[in-house]
């Protein structure tokens, strides 16, 4: 005869949900890549521009939500080049400048290298440090001169909780905004 402790499995299922519902999940950031650029900094007159836009990283991992363990990574989605060479055209037409194809022939030649989409948690303790950031490099080809620079958007802050999508999102997004804004911003990628 078997005994059994009444509640038992109430109590298995409960441990059994508290458990699984502590492991971070993975995250697929959605890219929702935007340029601020000051319309007073108007420069391009027409001159035309060709932007191709690069993943440079050694790995679509962005970072881990819980760096113990393998199966919270956070990624990107697909549509990330894609949105940050919309944005970017964007930015440079709101300056003036006509956009054209990547591969034709333009004034400038201009190629955005993404060489970091960051994002390191710190193991262990209740409040734990989290450090997130861009880095774009760009290379202006000019009919005389070839221009390259590296932008960078990052912060450091500690949490108590891990961030939810939404939030990373916001940050991570937060980051590539500002670092492409800068790029866009900088008139030594299309001097006159």
Do not use: W
């Amino acid at each position: 005869m078997k005994a059994s402790v009444p509640g038992l499995p109430k109590i298995s299922c409960l441990l059994l949900v508290l458990l699984t519902g502590c492991a971070p999940a993975p995250q697929i950031i959605p890219a929702v890549a935007q340029v601020d650029v000051p319309a007073t900094q108007a420069r391009g007159a027409g001159r035309s521009i060709a932007i191709e836009v690069v993943d440079a990283r050694d790995d679509t991992i962005v970072g881990y939500r819980d760096p113990a363990r393998a199966d919270s990574a956070i990624t990107t989605s697909p549509e990330l080049l894609e949105n940050m060479r919309r944005a970017l055209e964007r930015g440079y037409r709101d300056l003036g400048f006509t956009i054209v194809a990547a591969g034709q022939e333009a004034d400038i030649e201009l190629q955005v290298r993404l060489t970091e989409f960051g994002y390191q948690r710190a193991a262990g303790g209740v409040v734990r440090e989290l450090v997130t950031g861009a880095t774009v490099e760009a290379t202006s080809v000019l009919p005389e001169k070839t221009i390259t620079a590296i932008y960078r958007d990052a912060q450091s802050k500690d949490t108590v909780l891990r961030p939810s999508l939404a939030a990373n999102a916001e940050i991570l997004n937060g980051h590539l905004a500002g670092a492409l804004s800068k790029l866009v911003a900088d008139p030594r990628l299309t001097p006159e």
